[in-house]
């Protein structure tokens, strides 16, 4: 009679031994995943304060010279509230003494056309119209009086580089030929070499977008490939707007 109470009371000892034995793997998976938990918010701690330390609070527009020193209207490029800070180059007044040195030169802002204006301007020279397409433009003139004579334009616009705005601008002669081309702020991580004298240079003294081509006129830069290829497509547009406002003047 007592055998089997004996093989009642080892099974049940077994079947306690395996739920203690769950149980204490429960507990280690428990305590393993609470581990791996501390660590992540750990990491997206570190995280965060490196992004803080990399990235500083947004800087200010970037605008034209004051007006009481070089004579231009202050006129700020918009910026996308999402976009992050810039690396900030160049700004538009040292660029207009650079190509316009004559004490008497003046930049005067020129109020947005109609956007099919733009668009019959570059499709005239086979260029794509991009989304959101909306260039700032200045006649640079010999003083501030009525019918000056025009000494070149001044544009800025902005492109994408493979995530993230670029914002430039270009120095026209009066009758569209190329000045110079400069980068205002520049806000990929990788590709800044677009910012080099010898690659901007290549710009200078090329009119019209016919002689502003990526790859044939404009050489690229191993590592900015996306940079190189949407300034220089940015450049054939203000090449192209220039024209159109040479023709007219």
């Known amino acids: ?14 079947s306690l031994a395996a739920a203690s034995s769950q149980a204490q793997t429960d507990a280690q998976w428990q305590a393993q995943i609470e581990q791996l938990r501390a660590q992540l918010q750990q990491m997206q701690q570190e995280l965060q304060a490196l992004k803080q ?19 231009v209207s202050a006129q700020p490029l918009a910026m996308p509230a999402a976009s992050v ?10 660029l207009q003494k650079t190509w316009w040195p004559q004490a008497e030169a003046m930049a005067v802002p020129l109020a947005p056309p109609p956007p099919q204006r733009w668009a019959e301007a570059l499709r005239a020279q086979d260029l794509r119209v991009p989304k ?3 260039p700032q433009l200045w006649r640079v003139q010999a003083g501030g009086a009525a019918g000056a004579q025009a000494l070149g334009w001044l544009a800025s616009d902005r492109v994408v580089g493979k995530y993230d705005w670029i914002d430039f601008a270009a120095g026209f002669a ?27 240079a ?5 009119k019209g977008p ?8 404009i050489r690229n830069v191993s590592g ?3 940079s190189c290829q949407h300034l220089t497509e940015g450049v054939q547009r203000l090449s192209a707007l220039v024209l159109s406002l040479a023709s007219a003047h």
């Open 202 to 206: 290549q710009f200078k003294g090329r």
């Open 210 to 217: 016919q002689a502003l081509r990526f790859a044939d006129d």
């Open 1 to 14: 009679m007592h055998i089997p109470l004996k093989k009642h009371s080892l099974a049940l000892a077994l």
């Open 85 to 94: 800070a810039a690396a900030t180059f160049a700004d538009l007044g040292t």
């Open 53 to 71: 330390a990399t990235w500083p609070a947004a800087t200010a527009s970037p605008t034209l010279a004051n007006p009481a020193v070089s004579g």
């Open 132 to 134: 959101g397409f909306a």
């Open 174 to 200: 009066a009758d569209g030929t190329v000045l110079g081309m400069d980068v205002l702020a520049y806000r990929e991580s990788h590709g800044a070499e677009v910012r080099q004298a010898p690659w901007r």
């Open 224 to 226: 900015a490939t996306l």
